[in-house]
Protein backbone atom coordinates (compact mmCIF):
# COMPACT_ATOMS: atom_id res chain seq x y z
CA UNK A 1 0.00 0.00 0.00
CA UNK A 2 2.96 2.70 0.54
CA UNK A 3 4.69 1.61 -2.20
CA UNK A 4 1.21 2.35 -4.22
CA UNK A 5 0.57 5.36 -2.77
CA UNK A 6 4.64 6.27 -3.51
CA UNK A 7 3.81 5.77 -7.01
CA UNK A 8 0.55 7.99 -7.65
CA UNK A 9 2.25 10.79 -5.61
CA UNK A 10 5.58 10.32 -7.89
CA UNK A 11 2.79 10.21 -11.07
CA UNK A 12 0.57 13.47 -10.21
CA UNK A 13 2.30 17.10 -11.36
CA UNK A 14 3.24 19.38 -8.66
CA UNK A 15 1.91 22.53 -8.26
CA UNK A 16 4.69 24.96 -8.78
CA UNK A 17 5.00 24.19 -12.37
CA UNK A 18 1.30 25.71 -12.91
CA UNK A 19 2.01 29.02 -10.59
CA UNK A 20 4.96 30.13 -11.96
CA UNK A 21 3.14 29.33 -15.78
CA UNK A 22 0.59 31.67 -14.19
CA UNK A 23 2.88 34.32 -12.72
CA UNK A 24 4.27 34.78 -16.57
CA UNK A 25 0.56 34.87 -18.04
CA UNK A 26 -0.37 37.54 -16.12
CA UNK A 27 2.99 39.53 -16.10
CA UNK A 28 3.26 39.44 -19.65
CA UNK A 29 -0.27 40.63 -20.54
CA UNK A 30 0.07 44.47 -20.50
CA UNK A 31 2.72 43.86 -23.27
CA UNK A 32 0.09 42.41 -25.50
CA UNK A 33 -2.34 44.51 -27.58
CA UNK A 34 -4.76 47.03 -25.75
CA UNK A 35 -8.26 45.04 -27.06
CA UNK A 36 -6.55 41.87 -28.25
CA UNK A 37 -8.55 39.13 -26.37
CA UNK A 38 -6.14 36.55 -25.19
CA UNK A 39 -6.83 32.67 -24.99
CA UNK A 40 -5.53 31.09 -22.07
CA UNK A 41 -6.60 27.62 -21.47
CA UNK A 42 -8.88 27.29 -18.28
CA UNK A 43 -6.44 25.36 -16.11
CA UNK A 44 -4.07 28.39 -15.91
CA UNK A 45 -6.58 31.29 -14.42
CA UNK A 46 -8.46 31.46 -11.61
CA UNK A 47 -11.59 33.07 -11.14
CA UNK A 48 -10.77 37.10 -10.97
CA UNK A 49 -11.95 39.37 -8.00
CA UNK A 50 -14.90 41.19 -8.61
CA UNK A 51 -16.33 38.79 -11.83
CA UNK A 52 -18.95 36.62 -10.21
CA UNK A 53 -20.02 33.90 -12.45
CA UNK A 54 -17.45 32.61 -14.00
CA UNK A 55 -17.66 28.55 -14.62
CA UNK A 56 -14.55 26.73 -13.96
CA UNK A 57 -14.98 24.01 -17.00
CA UNK A 58 -12.74 22.57 -19.04
CA UNK A 59 -13.14 25.21 -21.87
CA UNK A 60 -11.42 28.23 -23.87
CA UNK A 61 -12.68 31.76 -22.24
CA UNK A 62 -12.37 35.11 -23.80
CA UNK A 63 -10.47 37.26 -21.87
CA UNK A 64 -9.97 40.91 -22.74
CA UNK A 65 -6.91 42.81 -21.15
CA UNK A 66 -6.72 46.32 -21.34
CA UNK A 67 -3.74 48.19 -19.92
CA UNK A 68 -5.34 50.71 -17.46
CA UNK A 69 -5.88 51.23 -13.54
CA UNK A 70 -7.65 47.93 -13.93
CA UNK A 71 -5.62 46.01 -16.12
CA UNK A 72 -5.02 43.06 -13.58
CA UNK A 73 -8.95 42.17 -13.78
CA UNK A 74 -9.76 40.37 -16.81
CA UNK A 75 -13.29 41.56 -18.53
CA UNK A 76 -15.34 39.07 -20.24
CA UNK A 77 -15.56 40.14 -23.91
CA UNK A 78 -19.48 40.03 -24.80
CA UNK A 79 -20.51 39.76 -28.57
CA UNK A 80 -23.23 41.64 -29.85
CA UNK A 81 -23.70 39.42 -32.49
CA UNK A 82 -24.38 36.59 -29.75
CA UNK A 83 -28.19 38.46 -28.78
CA UNK A 84 -30.90 35.88 -30.08
CA UNK A 85 -33.12 37.15 -33.10
CA UNK A 86 -36.35 36.20 -34.40
CA UNK A 87 -36.98 37.65 -37.92
CA UNK A 88 -34.12 39.52 -38.37
CA UNK A 89 -35.37 41.62 -34.82
CA UNK A 90 -33.41 41.14 -31.66
CA UNK A 91 -35.15 39.26 -28.68
CA UNK A 92 -34.56 42.71 -26.92
CA UNK A 93 -36.55 44.61 -29.25
CA UNK A 94 -39.50 42.09 -28.95
CA UNK A 95 -39.14 42.47 -25.50
CA UNK A 96 -40.25 45.94 -25.52
CA UNK A 97 -42.52 45.64 -28.93
CA UNK A 98 -45.24 43.07 -27.57
CA UNK A 99 -46.00 44.47 -24.00
CA UNK A 100 -45.96 47.91 -25.98
CA UNK A 101 -48.75 46.23 -28.20
CA UNK A 102 -50.70 44.45 -26.09
CA UNK A 103 -50.58 47.96 -23.56
CA UNK A 104 -51.89 49.83 -26.62
CA UNK A 105 -55.04 47.18 -27.72
CA UNK A 106 -55.95 47.70 -23.91
CA UNK A 107 -55.65 51.14 -24.22
CA UNK A 108 -57.80 51.45 -27.94
CA UNK A 109 -60.49 49.32 -27.02
CA UNK A 110 -61.26 51.00 -23.86
CA UNK A 111 -60.63 54.11 -26.00
CA UNK A 112 -63.19 53.03 -28.35
CA UNK A 113 -66.27 52.01 -25.78
CA UNK A 114 -65.57 54.73 -24.23
CA UNK A 115 -65.78 57.64 -27.00
CA UNK A 116 -69.17 55.78 -28.39
CA UNK A 117 -70.89 55.42 -24.66
CA UNK A 118 -69.73 59.34 -23.98
CA UNK A 119 -71.93 60.69 -27.42
CA UNK A 120 -75.15 58.52 -26.87
CA UNK A 121 -75.04 59.53 -22.78
CA UNK A 122 -75.15 63.54 -24.10
CA UNK A 123 -76.70 63.42 -27.43
CA UNK A 124 -79.87 61.33 -26.17
CA UNK A 125 -80.18 62.84 -23.03
CA UNK A 126 -83.77 64.41 -21.36
CA UNK A 127 -83.40 68.05 -22.99
CA UNK A 128 -80.53 67.64 -24.59
CA UNK A 129 -79.05 66.74 -27.91
CA UNK A 130 -76.04 67.42 -30.66
CA UNK A 131 -75.94 71.08 -29.67
CA UNK A 132 -74.49 70.10 -25.71
CA UNK A 133 -71.37 68.87 -27.49
CA UNK A 134 -69.94 72.59 -28.69
CA UNK A 135 -70.65 74.06 -25.62
CA UNK A 136 -68.97 71.13 -23.14
CA UNK A 137 -65.79 71.02 -25.01
CA UNK A 138 -65.39 74.85 -24.63
CA UNK A 139 -66.67 75.37 -20.94
CA UNK A 140 -65.91 71.71 -19.57
CA UNK A 141 -63.58 70.32 -21.23
CA UNK A 142 -60.89 72.34 -22.02
CA UNK A 143 -60.75 73.93 -19.05
CA UNK A 144 -60.34 70.28 -17.18
CA UNK A 145 -57.59 69.38 -19.76
CA UNK A 146 -55.68 72.63 -18.62
CA UNK A 147 -56.61 71.82 -14.30
CA UNK A 148 -54.83 68.28 -15.25
CA UNK A 149 -52.08 69.63 -16.59
CA UNK A 150 -51.48 72.13 -14.31
CA UNK A 151 -51.96 69.02 -11.94
CA UNK A 152 -49.67 66.63 -14.31
CA UNK A 153 -46.40 69.31 -14.36
CA UNK A 154 -46.07 69.55 -10.63
CA UNK A 155 -46.15 65.62 -9.90
CA UNK A 156 -43.80 65.16 -12.55
CA UNK A 157 -41.53 67.43 -10.96
CA UNK A 158 -42.12 65.02 -7.67
CA UNK A 159 -42.55 61.54 -8.61
CA UNK A 160 -41.03 59.03 -10.84
CA UNK A 161 -42.81 57.95 -14.26
CA UNK A 162 -43.68 54.95 -12.61
CA UNK A 163 -45.61 56.36 -9.66
CA UNK A 164 -46.89 59.21 -12.23
CA UNK A 165 -48.41 56.59 -14.15
CA UNK A 166 -50.77 54.78 -11.93
CA UNK A 167 -51.64 58.18 -10.23
CA UNK A 168 -52.87 59.32 -13.56
CA UNK A 169 -54.46 55.98 -14.52
CA UNK A 170 -56.40 54.65 -11.19
CA UNK A 171 -58.71 57.37 -11.06
CA UNK A 172 -60.35 57.00 -14.43
CA UNK A 173 -60.67 53.42 -13.82
CA UNK A 174 -62.06 54.12 -10.44
CA UNK A 175 -64.37 56.73 -12.49
CA UNK A 176 -65.98 54.33 -14.61
CA UNK A 177 -66.62 51.71 -12.80
CA UNK A 178 -68.68 54.30 -10.63
CA UNK A 179 -70.42 55.73 -13.19
CA UNK A 180 -72.10 52.53 -14.58
CA UNK A 181 -73.06 51.34 -10.70
CA UNK A 182 -73.55 53.98 -8.59
CA UNK A 183 -74.42 57.18 -10.86
CA UNK A 184 -76.51 56.18 -13.39
CA UNK A 185 -78.70 53.90 -11.39
CA UNK A 186 -78.87 57.77 -8.79
CA UNK A 187 -79.10 59.62 -11.86
CA UNK A 188 -82.73 60.49 -11.21
CA UNK A 189 -81.53 61.75 -7.76
CA UNK A 190 -78.40 63.25 -8.51
CA UNK A 191 -79.54 65.41 -12.19
CA UNK A 192 -81.63 68.74 -11.22
CA UNK A 193 -84.22 68.13 -13.55
CA UNK A 194 -87.06 70.43 -12.10
CA UNK A 195 -84.82 72.93 -11.49
CA UNK A 196 -83.61 73.16 -15.12
CA UNK A 197 -86.56 72.94 -16.41
CA UNK A 198 -87.65 76.41 -14.84
CA UNK A 199 -84.71 77.78 -15.87
CA UNK A 200 -85.08 76.81 -19.06
CA UNK A 201 -88.41 78.47 -19.51
CA UNK A 202 -87.00 81.62 -17.44
CA UNK A 203 -83.91 82.54 -19.86
CA UNK A 204 -85.24 80.91 -23.15
CA UNK A 205 -83.87 78.72 -25.46
CA UNK A 206 -80.99 80.09 -26.48
CA UNK A 207 -79.62 78.30 -23.17
CA UNK A 208 -80.73 75.15 -23.71
CA UNK A 209 -77.19 73.95 -24.37
CA UNK A 210 -75.45 75.20 -20.73
CA UNK A 211 -78.92 74.31 -19.27
CA UNK A 212 -78.52 71.13 -20.41
CA UNK A 213 -74.78 70.63 -19.35
CA UNK A 214 -75.98 71.32 -15.59
CA UNK A 215 -79.45 69.42 -15.73
CA UNK A 216 -77.33 65.81 -17.18
CA UNK A 217 -73.79 67.02 -15.11
CA UNK A 218 -73.24 63.12 -14.57
CA UNK A 219 -73.64 62.49 -18.25
CA UNK A 220 -71.24 65.91 -19.23
CA UNK A 221 -68.81 64.17 -16.50
CA UNK A 222 -68.56 61.00 -18.05
CA UNK A 223 -68.20 62.93 -21.59
CA UNK A 224 -65.09 64.72 -20.18
CA UNK A 225 -63.01 61.66 -18.68
CA UNK A 226 -63.57 59.66 -21.54
CA UNK A 227 -62.06 62.66 -23.91
CA UNK A 228 -59.40 63.05 -20.69
CA UNK A 229 -58.65 59.22 -21.41
CA UNK A 230 -57.66 59.66 -24.93
CA UNK A 231 -55.43 63.26 -24.27
CA UNK A 232 -53.85 61.74 -20.97
CA UNK A 233 -53.92 57.96 -21.06
CA UNK A 234 -53.16 57.28 -25.05
CA UNK A 235 -51.06 60.39 -25.89
CA UNK A 236 -49.43 60.90 -22.61
CA UNK A 237 -48.98 58.14 -20.41
CA UNK A 238 -48.54 55.41 -23.40
CA UNK A 239 -46.80 57.36 -26.04
CA UNK A 240 -44.62 58.48 -23.25
CA UNK A 241 -43.29 55.36 -22.41
CA UNK A 242 -43.26 54.33 -25.76
CA UNK A 243 -40.82 57.12 -26.70
CA UNK A 244 -38.66 56.12 -23.13
CA UNK A 245 -37.82 52.95 -24.18
CA UNK A 246 -37.81 52.69 -27.48
CA UNK A 247 -34.92 54.12 -30.23
CA UNK A 248 -35.87 56.00 -33.39
CA UNK A 249 -34.94 53.14 -35.44
CA UNK A 250 -37.18 51.05 -33.83
CA UNK A 251 -40.02 53.63 -33.67
CA UNK A 252 -40.00 54.22 -37.51
CA UNK A 253 -40.58 50.57 -38.08
CA UNK A 254 -42.82 49.58 -35.24
CA UNK A 255 -44.61 52.66 -34.10
CA UNK A 256 -47.21 52.85 -37.68
CA UNK A 257 -47.67 48.71 -36.49
CA UNK A 258 -48.97 49.55 -33.19
CA UNK A 259 -52.23 50.58 -34.63
CA UNK A 260 -52.23 47.23 -36.69
CA UNK A 261 -53.48 45.81 -32.76
CA UNK A 262 -54.78 49.39 -32.06
CA UNK A 263 -57.21 48.47 -35.02
CA UNK A 264 -58.49 44.96 -34.07
CA UNK A 265 -59.10 46.20 -31.15
CA UNK A 266 -61.56 49.40 -32.72
CA UNK A 267 -63.29 46.38 -34.74
CA UNK A 268 -63.31 43.91 -31.67
CA UNK A 269 -64.86 47.03 -29.02
CA UNK A 270 -66.98 48.14 -31.95
CA UNK A 271 -68.71 44.55 -31.98
CA UNK A 272 -68.60 44.49 -28.33
CA UNK A 273 -70.89 47.95 -28.00
CA UNK A 274 -73.15 46.83 -30.71
CA UNK A 275 -74.05 43.29 -28.65
CA UNK A 276 -74.35 44.92 -25.34
CA UNK A 277 -76.61 47.86 -27.18
CA UNK A 278 -79.08 45.18 -28.17
CA UNK A 279 -79.23 43.31 -25.09
CA UNK A 280 -82.47 45.18 -24.88
CA UNK A 281 -84.17 42.86 -27.57
CA UNK A 282 -84.33 40.25 -25.13
CA UNK A 283 -85.74 41.92 -21.95
CA UNK A 284 -88.72 42.58 -20.14
CA UNK A 285 -90.72 45.32 -20.80
CA UNK A 286 -89.98 47.72 -17.44
CA UNK A 287 -86.09 46.47 -17.49
CA UNK A 288 -83.34 49.51 -17.85
CA UNK A 289 -81.63 48.16 -21.12
CA UNK A 290 -79.39 51.03 -21.26
CA UNK A 291 -77.83 50.63 -18.08
CA UNK A 292 -77.48 47.10 -18.69
CA UNK A 293 -75.58 48.16 -21.63
CA UNK A 294 -73.35 50.65 -19.24
CA UNK A 295 -72.77 48.03 -17.25
CA UNK A 296 -71.36 45.33 -19.13
CA UNK A 297 -69.34 48.13 -21.34
CA UNK A 298 -67.90 49.50 -18.22
CA UNK A 299 -67.32 46.17 -16.85
CA UNK A 300 -65.15 45.58 -19.72
CA UNK A 301 -63.51 48.91 -19.57
CA UNK A 302 -62.14 48.29 -16.07
CA UNK A 303 -60.96 44.67 -17.17
CA UNK A 304 -58.60 46.28 -19.26
CA UNK A 305 -57.61 48.72 -17.10
CA UNK A 306 -55.98 45.77 -14.89
CA UNK A 307 -54.21 44.28 -17.85
CA UNK A 308 -52.83 47.90 -18.76
CA UNK A 309 -51.59 47.87 -15.52
CA UNK A 310 -50.10 44.67 -15.11
CA UNK A 311 -48.68 45.36 -18.75
CA UNK A 312 -47.03 48.47 -17.58
CA UNK A 313 -45.31 46.13 -14.08
CA UNK A 314 -43.92 44.33 -16.24
CA UNK A 315 -42.20 46.76 -18.85
CA UNK A 316 -41.10 48.67 -15.69
CA UNK A 317 -39.80 45.56 -14.24
CA UNK A 318 -37.86 44.07 -17.20
CA UNK A 319 -37.19 46.61 -19.77
CA UNK A 320 -37.02 50.09 -18.39
CA UNK A 321 -33.97 48.91 -16.41
CA UNK A 322 -31.65 47.74 -18.98
CA UNK A 323 -32.52 50.98 -21.39
CA UNK A 324 -31.42 52.90 -18.91
CA UNK A 325 -28.25 51.07 -18.30
CA UNK A 326 -27.90 51.14 -22.26
CA UNK A 327 -27.91 55.43 -21.70
CA UNK A 328 -24.71 56.59 -21.10
CA UNK A 329 -25.22 59.04 -18.35
CA UNK A 330 -24.31 62.49 -18.63
CA UNK A 331 -23.70 64.72 -15.56
CA UNK A 332 -26.42 67.34 -15.65
CA UNK A 333 -26.07 70.89 -13.95
CA UNK A 334 -29.06 70.96 -10.50
CA UNK A 335 -31.82 73.33 -10.93
CA UNK A 336 -34.91 74.41 -9.78
CA UNK A 337 -37.99 72.27 -11.35
CA UNK A 338 -39.81 75.07 -13.14
CA UNK A 339 -42.89 76.24 -12.29
CA UNK A 340 -46.08 75.90 -14.60
CA UNK A 341 -45.94 79.37 -16.04
CA UNK A 342 -42.24 79.05 -16.75
CA UNK A 343 -42.70 75.45 -18.61
CA UNK A 344 -45.38 77.04 -21.24
CA UNK A 345 -43.34 80.31 -21.68
CA UNK A 346 -40.01 77.65 -21.96
CA UNK A 347 -42.30 75.33 -24.57
CA UNK A 348 -44.12 78.73 -26.26
CA UNK A 349 -40.23 79.96 -27.63
CA UNK A 350 -39.69 76.89 -29.26
CA UNK A 351 -40.44 76.75 -32.63
CA UNK A 352 -40.16 73.16 -32.81
CA UNK A 353 -42.64 72.90 -30.03
CA UNK A 354 -44.97 75.50 -31.70
CA UNK A 355 -45.40 73.39 -34.80
CA UNK A 356 -46.25 70.52 -33.11
CA UNK A 357 -48.97 72.34 -31.24
CA UNK A 358 -50.18 73.62 -34.45
CA UNK A 359 -50.66 70.33 -36.25
CA UNK A 360 -52.76 68.92 -33.04
CA UNK A 361 -54.58 72.32 -32.81
CA UNK A 362 -55.81 71.87 -36.70
CA UNK A 363 -56.74 68.53 -36.46
CA UNK A 364 -58.83 69.13 -33.31
CA UNK A 365 -60.47 71.86 -35.06
CA UNK A 366 -60.78 70.07 -38.75
CA UNK A 367 -62.64 67.10 -36.84
CA UNK A 368 -65.08 69.17 -34.71
CA UNK A 369 -66.35 71.25 -37.53
CA UNK A 370 -68.12 68.51 -39.45
CA UNK A 371 -68.77 66.86 -36.15
CA UNK A 372 -72.17 68.25 -34.38
CA UNK A 373 -74.03 68.52 -37.83
CA UNK A 374 -73.12 64.70 -38.36
CA UNK A 375 -74.44 63.68 -34.58
CA UNK A 376 -77.42 65.81 -35.06
CA UNK A 377 -78.22 63.93 -38.10
CA UNK A 378 -77.41 60.56 -36.40
CA UNK A 379 -80.18 61.29 -33.62
CA UNK A 380 -82.94 62.37 -35.64
CA UNK A 381 -81.87 59.10 -37.41
CA UNK A 382 -82.01 56.88 -34.38
CA UNK A 383 -83.29 58.34 -31.53
CA UNK A 384 -83.76 55.57 -29.08
CA UNK A 385 -79.84 55.06 -27.02
CA UNK A 386 -79.60 51.29 -27.71
CA UNK A 387 -79.85 52.13 -31.50
CA UNK A 388 -77.55 55.16 -30.97
CA UNK A 389 -75.07 52.85 -29.76
CA UNK A 390 -75.63 50.70 -32.43
CA UNK A 391 -74.78 52.32 -35.11
CA UNK A 392 -71.55 53.70 -33.15
CA UNK A 393 -70.16 50.23 -32.80
CA UNK A 394 -70.77 49.68 -36.60
CA UNK A 395 -69.05 53.08 -37.20
CA UNK A 396 -66.02 51.79 -34.53
CA UNK A 397 -65.94 48.33 -36.96
CA UNK A 398 -65.53 49.68 -39.87
CA UNK A 399 -62.92 52.93 -38.61
CA UNK A 400 -61.22 49.60 -37.02
CA UNK A 401 -61.24 47.82 -41.00
CA UNK A 402 -60.09 51.03 -42.50
CA UNK A 403 -57.45 51.93 -40.53
CA UNK A 404 -55.53 47.97 -40.34
CA UNK A 405 -55.19 48.77 -43.95
CA UNK A 406 -54.08 52.26 -43.71
CA UNK A 407 -51.22 50.98 -41.48
CA UNK A 408 -50.29 48.11 -43.43
CA UNK A 409 -49.55 51.02 -46.19
CA UNK A 410 -48.09 53.01 -43.74
CA UNK A 411 -45.34 51.06 -43.17
CA UNK A 412 -44.34 51.12 -46.66
CA UNK A 413 -45.43 55.22 -46.84
CA UNK A 414 -42.51 55.85 -43.86
CA UNK A 415 -39.60 53.88 -45.49
CA UNK A 416 -40.39 55.26 -49.06
CA UNK A 417 -41.13 58.45 -48.60
CA UNK A 418 -40.02 59.23 -45.05
CA UNK A 419 -41.52 61.34 -42.39
CA UNK A 420 -42.36 64.39 -44.36
CA UNK A 421 -44.73 62.58 -46.74
CA UNK A 422 -46.62 60.74 -44.46
CA UNK A 423 -47.39 64.00 -41.97
CA UNK A 424 -48.87 65.50 -45.01
CA UNK A 425 -50.85 62.76 -45.83
CA UNK A 426 -53.58 63.12 -42.96
CA UNK A 427 -54.65 66.81 -43.62
CA UNK A 428 -54.96 66.29 -47.37
CA UNK A 429 -57.71 63.60 -46.31
CA UNK A 430 -59.24 65.60 -43.94
CA UNK A 431 -59.41 68.49 -46.78
CA UNK A 432 -60.38 66.21 -49.35
CA UNK A 433 -63.51 64.49 -47.44
CA UNK A 434 -64.73 67.18 -45.43
CA UNK A 435 -65.02 68.97 -48.35
CA UNK A 436 -66.76 66.28 -50.30
CA UNK A 437 -69.13 66.17 -46.67
CA UNK A 438 -69.85 70.07 -46.93
CA UNK A 439 -70.65 69.71 -50.50
CA UNK A 440 -73.68 66.75 -49.96
CA UNK A 441 -75.10 68.72 -47.10
CA UNK A 442 -75.39 71.92 -48.93
CA UNK A 443 -76.89 70.22 -52.10
CA UNK A 444 -78.48 67.71 -50.70
CA UNK A 445 -82.16 68.82 -52.42
CA UNK A 446 -80.73 68.79 -55.39
CA UNK A 447 -79.70 64.89 -54.95
CA UNK A 448 -83.20 63.95 -53.28
CA UNK A 449 -84.69 62.32 -56.31
CA UNK A 450 -81.11 60.23 -56.90
CA UNK A 451 -81.09 59.20 -53.64
CA UNK A 452 -84.59 57.96 -53.87
CA UNK A 453 -83.27 55.42 -56.47
CA UNK A 454 -80.72 53.53 -54.26
CA UNK A 455 -83.71 53.70 -52.01
CA UNK A 456 -82.09 56.63 -49.48
CA UNK A 457 -83.35 59.20 -48.13
CA UNK A 458 -81.06 62.46 -47.45
CA UNK A 459 -81.34 62.17 -43.34
CA UNK A 460 -79.88 58.48 -44.20
CA UNK A 461 -77.85 59.66 -46.60
CA UNK A 462 -76.05 62.31 -44.66
CA UNK A 463 -75.46 60.15 -42.10
CA UNK A 464 -73.48 57.70 -44.02
CA UNK A 465 -71.41 60.45 -45.92
CA UNK A 466 -70.49 62.15 -42.36
CA UNK A 467 -69.24 57.92 -41.31
CA UNK A 468 -67.13 58.08 -44.16
CA UNK A 469 -65.99 61.38 -43.44
CA UNK A 470 -65.30 60.16 -40.19
CA UNK A 471 -64.37 57.13 -41.04
CA UNK A 472 -60.91 57.96 -43.12
CA UNK A 473 -59.88 61.01 -41.22
CA UNK A 474 -59.71 59.09 -38.06
CA UNK A 475 -57.79 55.91 -40.06
CA UNK A 476 -55.26 58.61 -41.69
CA UNK A 477 -54.88 60.13 -38.18
CA UNK A 478 -54.21 56.89 -36.16
CA UNK A 479 -52.06 55.28 -38.87
CA UNK A 480 -50.19 58.09 -40.05
CA UNK A 481 -50.62 61.43 -37.89
CA UNK A 482 -50.12 59.65 -34.35
CA UNK A 483 -47.05 58.20 -35.32
CA UNK A 484 -45.78 60.92 -36.83
CA UNK A 485 -46.08 63.09 -34.42
CA UNK A 486 -44.77 60.81 -31.66
CA UNK A 487 -41.48 60.42 -33.51
CA UNK A 488 -41.20 64.13 -33.63
CA UNK A 489 -40.80 64.00 -29.56
CA UNK A 490 -37.85 61.54 -29.39
CA UNK A 491 -35.02 64.14 -30.45
CA UNK A 492 -35.94 66.22 -27.96
CA UNK A 493 -34.32 66.72 -24.56
CA UNK A 494 -36.01 64.99 -21.32
CA UNK A 495 -37.22 68.51 -19.97
CA UNK A 496 -38.90 69.41 -23.44
CA UNK A 497 -40.25 65.68 -24.56
CA UNK A 498 -42.03 65.55 -20.92
CA UNK A 499 -43.50 68.73 -20.29
CA UNK A 500 -44.05 69.60 -24.16
CA UNK A 501 -45.91 66.53 -24.37
CA UNK A 502 -48.16 67.11 -21.56
CA UNK A 503 -48.92 70.80 -22.77
CA UNK A 504 -49.42 69.37 -26.54
CA UNK A 505 -51.68 66.66 -25.80
CA UNK A 506 -53.33 67.76 -23.11
CA UNK A 507 -54.21 71.29 -23.60
CA UNK A 508 -53.91 71.20 -27.50
CA UNK A 509 -55.94 68.81 -28.58
CA UNK A 510 -59.32 70.03 -25.97
CA UNK A 511 -57.60 73.44 -27.55
CA UNK A 512 -58.46 72.32 -31.16
CA UNK A 513 -61.58 70.66 -30.25
CA UNK A 514 -62.69 73.64 -28.27
CA UNK A 515 -61.96 76.01 -30.88
CA UNK A 516 -64.08 74.05 -33.35
CA UNK A 517 -66.56 74.44 -31.20
CA UNK A 518 -66.19 78.17 -30.98
CA UNK A 519 -66.29 79.04 -34.32
CA UNK A 520 -69.74 76.84 -34.60
CA UNK A 521 -70.94 78.92 -31.46
CA UNK A 522 -70.43 81.90 -32.94
CA UNK A 523 -71.42 81.13 -36.50
CA UNK A 524 -74.73 79.60 -35.33
CA UNK A 525 -75.34 82.86 -33.26
CA UNK A 526 -74.49 85.43 -36.53
CA UNK A 527 -76.05 83.75 -38.84
CA UNK A 528 -79.08 82.19 -37.60
CA UNK A 529 -78.83 78.58 -37.77
CA UNK A 530 -76.13 75.70 -38.52
CA UNK A 531 -77.53 75.16 -41.76
CA UNK A 532 -76.86 78.98 -42.64
CA UNK A 533 -73.36 78.86 -41.63
CA UNK A 534 -72.51 75.95 -43.31
CA UNK A 535 -70.84 77.23 -46.34
CA UNK A 536 -68.33 79.54 -44.35
CA UNK A 537 -67.43 75.99 -41.63
CA UNK A 538 -66.31 74.92 -45.28
CA UNK A 539 -64.14 78.14 -46.59
CA UNK A 540 -62.70 77.84 -43.00
CA UNK A 541 -61.43 74.65 -42.87
CA UNK A 542 -60.18 74.88 -46.56
CA UNK A 543 -58.18 77.44 -44.57
CA UNK A 544 -56.97 75.77 -41.42
CA UNK A 545 -55.90 72.60 -43.64
CA UNK A 546 -53.84 74.58 -45.45
CA UNK A 547 -52.02 76.03 -42.63
CA UNK A 548 -51.54 72.45 -40.80
CA UNK A 549 -49.97 71.95 -44.53
CA UNK A 550 -47.24 74.28 -44.13
CA UNK A 551 -46.43 73.98 -40.47
CA UNK A 552 -46.52 70.25 -41.28
CA UNK A 553 -43.61 71.27 -43.98
CA UNK A 554 -42.08 73.23 -41.69
CA UNK A 555 -41.30 70.70 -38.57
CA UNK A 556 -40.12 68.46 -41.17
CA UNK A 557 -36.82 69.92 -41.53
CA UNK A 558 -36.76 70.98 -38.41
CA UNK A 559 -37.42 67.17 -37.15
CA UNK A 560 -34.50 66.60 -39.67
CA UNK A 561 -32.49 68.97 -37.89
CA UNK A 562 -32.52 67.42 -34.43
CA UNK A 563 -31.90 64.61 -35.03
CA UNK A 564 -28.63 65.27 -37.16
CA UNK A 565 -27.58 67.93 -33.74
CA UNK A 566 -28.36 64.78 -31.80
CA UNK A 567 -26.58 62.30 -34.11
CA UNK A 568 -29.51 59.70 -34.64
CA UNK A 569 -28.91 60.18 -38.41
CA UNK A 570 -25.70 61.70 -40.40
Not at 321 to 349: D, N, Q, T
Not at 428 to 444: A, D, H, M, Y
Request: glycine share 8%; aromatic share 12%; proline share 6%.
Amino acid sequence: MVLLASAARAAMPTARPVTARMSVTRAAAPKIGLTRPVLVGQPLIQKPAGVVGIPQLPRRASVRVQANADAAKPVLAASAGDEKKFMGISSFTWQKIIPLGIMFFCILFNYTILRDTKDVLVVTAPGSGAEIIPFLKTWVNLPMAIGFTIIYTKLSNTLSSEQLFYTCIIPFIAFFASFAFVFYPMREALHPTAYCENLLETMGPRFAGPIAIVRNWTYCLFYVMAELWGSVVVSVLFWGLANQITTVDEAKQFYPLFGLGANVALIFSGRAVKIFSQIRAGLPEGVDGWGLSLKGLMGMVVIGGFIIMAVHAYLYKTVVPKVRESIPKREKKKKEPMSVGESFRFLAASPYIRDLAFLVVAYGISINLVEVTWKSKIKAQFPNPNDYSAFMGDFSTATGAVTFTMMLVSRWIFSRFGWGMAALITPSVLLITGVIFFSLVLFSDVLTPTLATVGLTPLFAAVLVGAAQNIFSKASKYSLFDPCKEMAYIPLDDETKTKGKAAIDVICNPLGKSGGALIQQFMIIGFGSLAASTPYLGMILLGVAILWIVAAKDLDWRFADAQKEKGIVE
